[in-house]
T-cell receptor, first 112, second 111 residues
Framework: GNSVTQMEGPVTLSEEAFLTINCTYT??????LFWYVQYPGEGLQLLLK?????DKGSNKGFEATYRKETTSFHLEKGSVQVSDSAVYFC???????????FGTGTSLTVIP | DAGVIQSPRHEVTEMGQEVTLRCKPI?????LFWYRQTMMRGLELLIY????????DSGMPEDRFSAKMPNASFSTLKIQPSEPRDSAVYFC?????????FGSGTRLTVV
């Protein structure tokens, strides 16, 4: 079946550190892949997405590349800020408007 | 566009009472989803609708939970009777062709 596995948190980094949050997926075919971010007290917001192999999604300094050979979609940012503190969810979807499959979320705290 | 609108933002109720959560999806979106988020279980899909029709309700935990979507602009999630273990944040999301937009959620506390 379809599933998403992402690294366990919580992750704590100092400001300006490099961030990687790993995400791998299990699916048949070629789903679209997403990263969502949830700031404290808010709903999930789309951060970035990639719809086919080798696509790179990017937004707000975050990047993730759709790697079909390793079934991965790792999230990276070169220099995190305190304002990046949030929970990050990896997800897959088949672009049909049907359900997303979410990972369990990774909590990130960035300290000054 | 005001986004997905959920009400109330917070709800505190006593065990055994009926609770109704409301959601207004983005106009034009044809799919609507109800999720529950807890520390223990993370984000769980409860039910989703396509074109107002329930497609998959396998995530609804018990018969105490029910959801309706009487028209394209409104959905409710009802819990009757409520129990303390139902305490969670309930999110509604709507989508069109794969683009999800979440509401801000309803934080439910059952005491």
């Amino acid at each position: 079946g379809n599933s998403v596995t992402q690294m366990e948190g919580p992750v704590t980094l100092s400001e300006e550190a490099f961030l990687t949050i790993n995400c791998t997926y299990t699916a048949t075919g070629y789903p679209s892949l997403f990263w969502y971010v949830q700031y404290p007290g808010e709903g999930l917001q789309l951060l970035l997405k990639a719809t086919k192999a080798d696509d790179k999604g990017s937004n707000k300094g975050f990047e993730a590349t759709y790697r079909k050979e390793t079934t991965s979609f790792h999230l990276e940012k070169g220099s995190v800020q305190v304002s990046d503190s949030a929970v990050y969810f990896c997800a897959l979807n088949w672009n049909t408007g049907n359900q997303f499959y979410f990972g369990t979320g990774t909590s990130l705290t960035v300290i000054p | 566009d005001a986004g997905v609108i959920q009400s109330p933002r917070h709800e505190v109720t006593e065990m055994g009472q009926e609770v109704t959560l409301r959601c207004k999806p983005i106009s034009g979106h044809n799919s609507l989803f109800w999720y529950r988020q807890t520390m223990m279980r993370g984000l769980e899909l409860l039910i989703y609708f396509n074109n107002n029709v329930p497609i998959d309700d396998s995530g609804m935990p018990e018969d105490r939970f029910s959801a309706k979507m009487p028209n394209a602009s409104f959905s409710t999630l009802k819990i009757q009777p409520s129990e303390p273990r139902d305490s969670a944040v309930y999110f509604c999301a709507s989508s069109l062709k794969g683009g999800y937009t979440f509401g801000s959620g309803t934080r439910l506390t059952v005491v």
